[in-house]
């Protein structure tokens, strides 16, 4: 049996957020000889209802705190004797950051460069030179496709693409992934970066744009989209995305980038109507309660946002010939799942808001 002090610590970074909690959750079921630190700011993008099932595990330590704070990464590594970094943790709504970029830079750039260079001054002695027993030492980096700027009617991003980030955001992830690489490149510090389409599923922070299209339209509010709805997104289950993490952690090659995605291709616009499509039948009586015929009719175009790119495709190949990975979850069975969990939760909300009126 292994026991706590043999088990081989593993660093996530951002690991209360949708998609970290997720691959925590899968990781520490999968990995008993794993155990996982993860360090959090608990923003309010952080997952709660995860963040509970998750404290639950033995293998589990939670410190709140910041990629930023250096001495606190600092004695994160040496007290766990940390072995493998993934790193999550990134300030990520696009709006967000033409509000205010300030702390997208803070957070993307220099909180992911003190990260790197502690794991680095921890794992090796200078060039090349890996300290013994850190042979297998990783810094993993979570990205997006968003670094690759935008695409036409045709074409895909590859690994191959060059960056042309239009956001503040994508920017900030743009500088974050090449200094991953210089790292590998000037150091030879293990690494693999992936980058990623869009992530959808169950939990998912309100801000994003399926869970704002389906609380908007249970709460009888207008459903904005952006523009004239054209605009064209690559969906990629959240599930499907953490099961691409663990076989690049593990699989991928040290200096190498890896996109992944679903060849899942939908414009906003018809995102909203499949959505209000699938709500028409699944909340029927939220329909009626609303004095609608559908949803469709609370759908209304807004002003467009600031420099919107118009269209990501990703071409997963090279990540799926390394690997033998592929996307296991078909579009319209993930969609139908997010929206029923959306629904439940919605349905709590109006409970117990009855129970606080009676009482």
């Known amino acids: 049996m292994i026991n706590d002090y043999e088990k081989k610590k593993i660093l996530v970074t951002g690991g209360s957020g949708f998609i970290g909690s997720n691959f925590i959750l899968y990781f520490l079921s999968k990995y008993p000889n794993y155990h996982i630190i993860n360090l959090d700011k608990l923003t309010y993008a952080a997952t709660e209802g995860l963040i509970e099932e998750i404290n639950r595990n033995e293998n589990y330590t939670f410190i709140q705190g910041s990629i930023e704070n250096r001495e606190l990464v600092q004695h994160i590594f040496t007290t766990y004797d940390v072995k493998g970094v993934i790193n999550f943790a990134a300030e990520s709504h696009v709006d967000n950051s033409i509000a205010n970029p300030e702390v997208f830079m803070t957070t993307n750039i220099m909180g992911t460069f003190h990260l790197l260079n502690i794991a680095y001054n921890y794992w090796m002695d200078g060039v090349e030179k890996i300290k013994p027993g850190y042979e297998l030492s990783r810094f993993h980096h979570i990205s997006t496709d968003e670094v690759y700027g935008a695409l036409g009617e045709i074409g895909v991003f590859t690994e191959n693409s060059n960056y042309a980030p239009n956001s503040p955001y994508s920017a900030s992830k743009a500088s974050s992934d090449l200094i991953i690489r210089s790292y590998y490149k000037t150091y030879g510090l293990n690494v ?44 990629l289950h959240v599930h499907d995305h953490v099961t691409a993490i663990d076989l690049a952690f593990h699989e991928g090659i040290s200096g190498e980038t890896y996109n992944i995605g679903s060849n899942n291709e939908w414009s906003n616009i018809e995102l909203v109507e499949k959505i209000c499509n699938i709500l028409d039948k699944k909340a029927e009586g939220r329909l009626n309660e609303l004095e609608l015929e559908s949803f469709h009719q609370l759908i209304q175009l807004v002003e467009d946002r600031p420099g919107h790119d118009w269209r990501y495709a990703i071409d997963s190949t090279k990540f799926s010939r390394k690997t033998g990975w592929v996307p296991q979850i078909q579009f319209e069975n993930g969609l139908s799942q997010t929206i029923d969990w959306y629904i439940a939760q919605n349905q709590t909300k109006i409970l117990q808001g009855c129970v606080e009126k009676i009482g």
């Not at 389409?197 to 939990?203: K, Q």
């Open 192 to 235: 693999v970066t992936t980058n990623c389409s869009n992530n959808y599923g169950p939990r998912q922070n309100k801000e994003k744009l399926i869970p704002t299209i389906i609380r908007s339209a249970l709460a009888g509010s207008y459903i904005p989209v952006y523009g004239d709805g054209k605009n064209v997104r690559d969906w």
